[in-house]
């Protein structure tokens, strides 16, 4: 019993040597100097965001629309 804990230790052990070293992610845009956070870039942020949103949700709707229309024209013949 004591060898299979042993073993499983080993185990776990070189499984944790193969993972990369971890590396902090890069920035995409630079921090101020001071600190401080500029309340434009964050609601830039936010538009940019919602507008995507509001392109996917226009796409969504028409496809669903388009498939009610051409599922009512085959019904109807």
Do not use: C, Q, W
């Not at 299979?4 to 630079?30: G, N, V, Y």
């Not at 870039?41 to 996917?56: G, Q, Y």
């Not at 796409?59 to 009512?72: D, H, P, R």
């Amino acid at each position: 019993m004591f060898y299979s804990i042993m073993s499983a230790e080993k185990i776990i052990s070189t499984e944790l040597k193969d993972f990369p070293p971890l590396e902090t992610p890069k920035k995409s845009e630079e921090v101020l100097s001071s600190g401080r956070v500029d309340i434009n870039h964050l609601l830039a942020r936010v538009r940019k965001k919602d507008k995507e949103e509001n392109k996917i949700n226009i796409i969504f709707f028409s496809m669903l629309a388009t498939l009610i229309l051409i599922v009512g024209i085959l019904l109807s013949l």
